[in-house]
């Protein structure tokens, strides 16, 4: 089959779209506006694997030929060279027809704040709670990584989807109107001009979002969203009246999760103990392992070079030993400088980005590093090994690669893992 996606990215997701059309043995074409410069090594990687790589612009053979367009959500739904495709997609929709869709009960998130959180705790309760569940979305997992899962027949029970409305709206278009059962649609917040979701709601929720058997929402839109779903959601109920019972010691931001898992049968108490051993968004400043002096901390979302400038930020005035590189995305590394000068310590993963910019930053301002290292085992032992186990003040040892993951890892979050792993093996010896 020929494949060609349309609209590479910088996050991972044309990459991943591609990787997973390659595993199966298709002619896969990437097509971007952009430079190849501006869209980084990634894609001499794919070059290497059998893609072809068109950049800087489009050709309407490589639509015409293609069996199926994968289309990034971005990518406005009347772009002139969709007219030329047999076939579009997007992620989304296209393992949305998979029958394994049909077998799984479906969560969508969507909404203007918090949607990454609500997922990650729900699929975190769920999971403590006897249900075995998996989260795919905006928050950086994209739909081929669970597609990889179900291959090896790995099928959860739960999938909580993260999505833009704009996605929910793409996606509903390339299915036809014909989306699959959703068990649950939370609307975790609206925007702040509500008189706008009143005249347009479906411009905020989309309607892939209002075919669900319950519909949580917060309750200053409760009766437009009523009115938009009619007979397609058997009930619609508030945030806020679903979710009394909430420990206080819990955030805010947990209420849209806690309610929905209220929807889906569990107790108040059940809920509550579960939200309990939640640590945060996987790969967002989550913290891994806290001892009485340290404090392990992954932030392998950190996908940007000035991004573990925002993290380091958590830790002023303490000791940071920082962990950081990867593969090359379209970015220079001058924008983690602050990061690097501030931190304690420098220890480096391997890989295109670290090779190609880090490095020759580091030794430009003489900035002393350790490695690079080529296993992630390897960089948590350099950094602990400068903790002092007698400090009165709290160490950090913090992954914040600032650099995408696809030499080494699948995505970020497997680079995450990988580094809970090597932080608990550490602790266990």
Partial sequence: MNVLIFGYGLHGGGFESAMYFLSKGDHVTVTDIRSRDSLGDSLDFLEKQGAVIHCGGHMTDDFSNADLVIKNPTIKLDNEFLSYSKRVEN?????????????????CVTGARHKATTTSALCHALNVLGKKAHMFGNMGLSAFSELKRWDSGDVPEYLIIEMSSWVARDTYHYMKRKVPHVEVS??????????EFEIKPSERTGEFNLHANHIICP???????????QKKAKNVSSIESASKGMSKALSIKMKAAFAVLHKLGFSTSQINNAFKSFRGIPGRAEMVLRTDNTLFVNDSSSV??????????????????????????????????KALKSASSVHLLDGSFTQKKLLPLLKKHRIKFNGPYNKMEEAVTSASSLLDPKSNILQVVLLSPGAIAYEDYCNEFNRGEAFRLAVLSLQAR
Avoid: Q, W
Wanted: hydrophobic share 40%; net charge negative; with cysteine.
């Fill in 91 to 107: 992620d989304l929709s296209f393992i949305s027809f998979r029958p394994e869709a049909k077998k799984v009960k479906i969560i």
């Fill in 304 to 337: 940007i070079p000035a991004a573990p400038n925002f993290t380091m930020e958590n830790f002023e005035n303490l000791p940071v030993h920082l962990i950081c590189g990867g593969s090359d995305g379209s970015l220079e590394a001058d924008d983690m400088l």
């Fill in 186 to 195: 939370v609307i975790t917040s609206v925007y702040d001009d509500n008189r």
């Fill in 219 to 229: 309750s200053d839109v409760k009766n437009a969203i009523e009115k938009l779903a």
